[in-house]
T-cell receptor, first 112, second 115 residues
């Protein structure tokens, strides 16, 4: 099975940089996803990593180390609208379907 | 284009009643998923449909839960004899299987409250 761990809550200041960590233990790995979810809304896709290294997309970057079972999401130039829950999810092995196993999410609060 | 649509957005029911939740996936998406999000819990996989293949029902918590997908498009999740522990947000997602990333796009969910 899969086990995903991420911090429950984080607080950061507008304009700053924040790093949200995710560790996983898995019986198979076929990609890691980060989603953003504002309260009462649909989770929206942010990033995807399947190979080791950093993927950058504007203010958001995501890093993966498969050997360490570790990923992080980096948010730069924080804005108030970035206050949301950030969900780390792992896709199981090829042939096991495309179902995702999610962590409980990290609630990020951006303050002035 | 339209995203994943779910209805109703909110549903309040009495314990023991049956409920049906509906999902309209993004047009052309071959794969459809149901997840459940309970307070303080991560999204929990329930069931997965891919084209005409037999669905993966491995996440359904009990035989009170069932789902179908008609014509490869709309899906209905049915919960029979609802219990209070069924109270949660039920999320539907769809994806294009052919793409390597296979990104799942989510609807806003149905918030189910069982009294």
């Amino acid at each position: 099975g899969q086990n995903i761990d991420q911090p429950t809550e984080m607080t950061a200041t507008e304009g700053a940089i924040v790093q949200i960590n995710c560790t996983y233990q898995t019986s198979g790995f076929n990609g890691l996803f980060w989603y953003q979810q504002h309260a009462g809304e649909a989770p929206t896709f942010l990033s995807y990593n399947v190979l080791d290294g950093l993927e950058e997309k504007g203010r958001f970057s995501s890093f993966l180390s498969r050997s360490k079972g570790y990923s992080y999401l980096l948010l730069k130039e924080l804005q108030m609208k970035d206050s949301a829950s950030y969900l780390c999810a792992v896709r199981g092995p090829t042939g096991g379907g495309n179902k995702l196993t999610f962590g409980t999410g990290t609630q990020l609060k951006v303050e002035l | 284009g339209a995203g994943v649509s779910q209805s109703p957005s909110n549903k309040v029911t009495e314990k023991g009643k049956d409920v049906e939740l509906r999902c309209d996936p993004i047009s052309g998406h071959t794969a459809l998923y149901w997840y459940r999000q309970s307070l303080g819990q991560g999204l929990e996989f329930l069931i997965y449909f891919q084209g005409n293949s037999a669905p993966d029902k491995s996440g359904l918590p009990s035989d009170r839960f069932s789902a179908e997908r008609t014509g490869g498009s709309v899906s209905t999740l049915t919960i029979q004899r609802t219990q209070q522990e069924d109270s949660a947000v039920y999320l539907c997602a769809s994806s294009l299987r052919e793409l390597a990333k296979n990104i799942q796009y989510f609807g806003a969910g149905t918030r189910l409250s069982v009294l």
